[in-house]
C-alpha cells in the first residue's frame, strides 16, 4: 500500500514538474523522450536553430528517460499545463490519443508547402492521422536490423546469413566457442517486441501479423504458437545473452561491443550509444528468411511530434511544428544521429542510411513496432509473455493461453 501511495505521489510530482506548461505567449515548452546524449544533444542543437529564427519565443526543452516518459505522457495530455509540443510515436499510440480528443489537429498551414502530401510521402499520412485528420508531424525514421562485431564474425569465417537455417548454424559456432550469439537486454520488456515481430512476420507474413496486432487473431491461434516456439527454441539452446533480465538495452549493447557476443537485434540507434572508435566495426544485416518463404519484413518505426489540445502557446507550437517538418530542419537532426528523415526532400544522409533505405524499400512488410502497432496494454502483456518464455520455454502453452484471455478483454474495451 505504501509503495503504490509512493508510486501515484512520484506521478503527480513528475506530471507537475516535468508538464510545465508555458505562461505566456513568449514560451514554448517541449517535452521529449530524448534523453540519451547523442540523441539529446542533437535535439537540442535543433532546438537553438529554432531560437535563432525565433529570438523572441523562450523555449524550454524538459527531457525525460524513454520509459519514464512513456508513463507520464497521459498524464501531461490531460493536464492544464500541459506541454505546447511532446515527441511521440506515429501509428496507434498517436491514434488512441487522438480519439480521446487529446491532440490538437495539424492544419495544412503547419507544412511549409501547403499540405502534408507536399513534404512527406503519401503512404505515411495514415499513420500520422485519425479519421482523416492529421494530428503528427514525422520527424525521423529508422530501421530495425541484425547488428554484428564484424571482427567477431571475421575471426569464425562468418557471413551475413541469409536463411534462418544459416542463422542458427552462426548461433551454434559463437556458443561453441564462448561467445553468446544473441545480446539481448530483458530489463525493460519493449525490447523483445523487436524479436516478435520479425520472427511473426518471417514465419507468417505481415498481412498476418498486422492482424494480429490489430486483435483479430488468437494468441492460442497454431501459427502464432509456432512464432513463440521459435523464441522459446532460441532459449533453451542457450543463444540469448544469460541474464538478459538483468539489463538494459544499452548495457547488452557493450557485451557486443566487448565481443563478448555476437549479434543484436535493435534499432539503427543502437548506434547513438556504439564508441567512436567502434563504429566501423559493427555492421548489420537484414533479418533471415524463414522456412521456404522469399519475403523479408522491417520494422521501421517513426518518431515525431505532437500538440496536446490543452498548449498554452498553440501558435508558437505550430511555428516549431512548420521548423520542424522543413527540409532544413531535418536534415539537420538526421544528419547527426544517421536517421532517415521523413521529408521526401532530405536525402539519405550517408551510406549507412542509404542501405538501411534499401532495405526498407526492399521488404514485403514494414511494421511500427509491436508496442506502437498494439494497445499499450496489450503489448504490456505480450512482450512480459516473451520473457516469460524466454526465461522458461516450457511454459509456452499456458503463457499464450493467459495472453489470450487479456487479448479479448482488451480489445472488447
Known amino acids: 500500500m505504501k509503495k503504490a501511495f509512493l508510486l501515484c505521489a512520484f506521478a503527480l510530482f513528475a506530471a507537475a514538474v516535468f508538464a510545465g506548461g508555458a505562461k505566456d505567449s513568449n514560451e514554448l515548452?517541449?517535452?521529449?523522450?530524448?534523453?540519451?546524449?547523442?540523441?539529446?544533444?542533437?535535439?537540442?542543437?535543433?532546438?537553438?536553430?529554432?531560437q535563432k529564427e525565433n529570438p523572441d519565443i523562450k523555449v524550454t526543452v524538459n527531457s525525460s528517460a524513454h520509459e519514464q516518459f512513456k508513463t507520464l505522457l497521459p498524464s501531461w495530455l490531460t493536464s492544464n499545463q500541459a506541454p505546447d509540443v511532446a515527441t511521440w510515436f506515429a501509428g496507434y499510440r498517436m491514434q488512441s490519443f487522438a480519439e480521446r480528443g487529446l491532440l490538437e489537429p495539424l492544419e495544412n498551414d503547419v507544412f511549409p508547402g501547403g499540405s502534408f502530401e507536399s513534404e512527406f510521402p503519401k503512404s505515411f499520412k495514415g499513420s500520422a492521422s485519425y479519421n482523416g485528420t492529421v494530428y503528427f508531424l514525422p520527424q525521423s525514421w529508422y530501421w530495425w536490423a541484425l547488428y554484428y562485431n564484424k571482427a567477431i564474425f571475421a575471426k569464425y569465417g562468418l557471413k551475413a546469413p541469409k536463411t534462418w537455417d544459416d542463422f542458427l548454424q552462426i548461433c551454434e559456432v559463437?556458443?561453441?566457442?564462448?561467445?553468446?550469439?544473441?545480446?539481448?537486454?530483458?530489463?525493460?520488456?519493449?525490447?523483445?517486441?523487436?524479436?516478435?515481430?520479425?520472427?511473426?512476420?518471417?514465419?507468417?507474413?505481415?498481412?498476418?501479423?498486422?492482424?494480429?496486432?490489430?486483435?483479430?487473431?488468437?494468441?492460442?491461434?497454431p501459427k502464432v504458437k509456432e512464432t513463440f516456439k521459435v523464441i522459446a527454441d532460441l532459449a533453451q539452446k542457450g543463444f540469448f545473452l544469460p541474464n538478459a533480465s538483468s539489463y538494459s538495452w544499452q548495457e547488452a549493447a557493450n557485451f557486443m561491443v566487448r565481443g563478448e557476443a555476437g549479434m543484436f537485434l535493435m534499432g539503427q540507434f543502437i548506434m547513438d550509444v556504439i564508441p567512436a572508435d567502434m563504429q566501423n566495426k559493427i555492421d548489420f544485416f537484414p533479418f533471415p528468411l524463414y522456412g521456404s518463404n522469399t519475403f523479408y519484413a522491417v520494422d521501421t518505426p517513426t518518431d515525431g511530434f505532437i500538440v496536446p489540445a490543452k498548449a498554452k502557446n498553440k501558435a508558437n507550437a505550430k511555428k516549431f511544428i512548420a521548423f520542424a517538418a522543413t527540409k532544413k530542419a531535418q536534415e539537420f537532426f538526421c544528419a547527426k544521429l544517421g536517421r532517415l528523415a521523413t521529408n521526401v526532400n532530405v536525402p539519405p544522409v550517408n551510406a549507412e542510411a542509404k542501405r538501411g533505405l534499401d532495405m526498407v524499400l526492399g521488404a514485403a512488410s514494414a511494421a511500427q513496432f509491436y508496442d506502437r502497432d498494439a494497445p499499450e496494454e496489450m503489448a504490456a502483456k505480450g512482450m512480459n509473455a516473451i520473457?516469460?518464455?524466454?526465461?522458461?520455454?516450457?511454459?509456452?502453452?499456458?503463457?499464450?493461453?493467459?495472453?489470450?484471455?487479456e487479448r479479448v478483454r482488451i480489445y472488447a474495451k
Open 174 to 221: 559463437l556458443k561453441k566457442n564462448g561467445i553468446s550469439p544473441i545480446a539481448i537486454g530483458t530489463k525493460e520488456t519493449w525490447t523483445t517486441g523487436g524479436w516478435f515481430d520479425y520472427i511473426d512476420s518471417a514465419v507468417n507474413g505481415g498481412d498476418f501479423h498486422r492482424n494480429l496486432t490489430s486483435g483479430k487473431v488468437a494468441y492460442t491461434d
Open 387 to 405: 520473457v516469460d518464455i524466454m526465461q522458461e520455454p516450457s511454459k509456452l502453452d499456458a503463457v499464450l493461453a493467459d495472453l489470450d484471455k
Open 29 to 50: 515548452i517541449i517535452n521529449s523522450y530524448h534523453s540519451a546524449d547523442a540523441a539529446r544533444i542533437a535535439f537540442n542543437d535543433l532546438v537553438a536553430e529554432f
